[in-house]
């Protein structure tokens, strides 16, 4: 088929790169504008820019596609037979769900209808969950409220970061796609409409998401923590400053006042609620390098008592 590919970061390569081997045509590829990032804040392109690139695939970055008629008149002269969404960061106006013959395949990173929305690995990861998946979908207006095509299930292991299971999601996603595309073009897929009473939503992840409260669990603040790789992760306060929590493990100290801190060894254990524990591994005060817990600890001199997030 001939195809248009939008998106954006990593987890859309992969796709981009399996419906390439599966013999599409990607007339056009579809993605944000370059971003400054870095400590130089340099322009950097969008990894799908440069995988796209690689390819000899042309390549637009429109700020706005709304109403930008420029935009239209291109995607209107490829007349693809569909338009395939990865991940890339702008809802898609009904004039692009209208435009090609089989509609706009999205590729969302959850089992729809659950964790509709901006950030569905990550919120899955923070809320605990041991299972999540891929569903590819036709898009509609709504925020990924179309019919669903296929969907597969992933495991999250308990240990891990969203960082690794966008790894997963990314895998079995491209895979998923390339299943969903020749079921398209085999007249064998029909959507199935969404359970609403069934839909969480998973919205886009904010700088204070990653503020610890001591108030929950040591397990539901572990797993936050693993879901807010790499950003917001996880921080509180202590001294009066910003302290970046980048390592840490459920605890087996207990009867420790939630938000206070216990030193044992080389070990920084704060309390959480049910008087369980968490223990910070490696952490960075506000103006400092970051450190291990150990270093940390005889480097400031902290002493148990004292209290975190005042």
């Not at 240990?159 to 790894?167: N, P, S």
Request: glycine share 10%.
């Amino acid at each position: 088929m001939k195809l248009v590919f939008c998106g954006t970061p990593e987890f859309a390569v992969g796709t981009l790169e399996a419906v390439i081997r599966a013999g599409h045509e990607v007339a056009l590829a579809v993605t944000q504008p370059d971003r400054a990032a870095g400590r130089g804040m340099e322009l950097q392109a969008p990894p799908v820019k440069r995988a796209a690139a690689a390819h000899g695939i042309a390549v637009v970055q429109p700020e706005k596609i709304r109403n930008n008629e420029e935009f239209s008149e291109r995607l209107e002269g490829v007349r693809p037979d569909a338009i395939v969404v990865v991940a890339y960061g702008r809802m898609i106006p009904q004039w692009m769900l209208e435009l090609p013959r089989l509609g706009c395949i999205n590729l969302h990173g959850s089992l729809l209808p659950k964790y509709r929305g901006a950030a569905p690995i990550q919120w899955a990861v923070a809320n605990g969950e041991r299972v999540t998946g891929v569903t590819t979908m036709r898009l509609d207006e709504g925020l990924d409220t179309g019919p669903m095509l296929l969907a597969r299930e992933v495991a999250i292991g308990a240990q891990e970061t969203a960082v690794d299971v966008f790894r997963s999601l990314a895998v079995v996603g491209a895979e998923l796609m390339v299943e969903t595309l020749a079921g398209l073009a085999e007249g064998t897929l029909v959507g199935r409409k969404q359970d609403e009473a069934q839909a969480t939503l998973a919205p886009i992840l904010t700088r204070e998401d990653g503020a610890i409260d001591f108030s929950r669990t040591a397990r539901q603040i572990y797993d936050r923590w693993r879901g807010f790789q790499p950003w917001p992760g996880a921080h509180t306060r202590l001294r009066g400053k910003k302290l970046i929590v980048h390592r840490m493990h459920v605890g087996a100290e207990s009867g420790i006042e939630a938000g206070v801190l216990r030193v044992v060894g080389d070990e920084m254990v704060a309390g959480c609620g049910e008087r369980c524990s968490v223990v910070f591994d490696e952490v960075q005060l506000e103006g400092k390098r970051r450190m291990s817990a150990a270093e940390f600890l005889h480097g400031f001199q902290v002493k148990s008592g004292e209290r975190l997030g005042d």
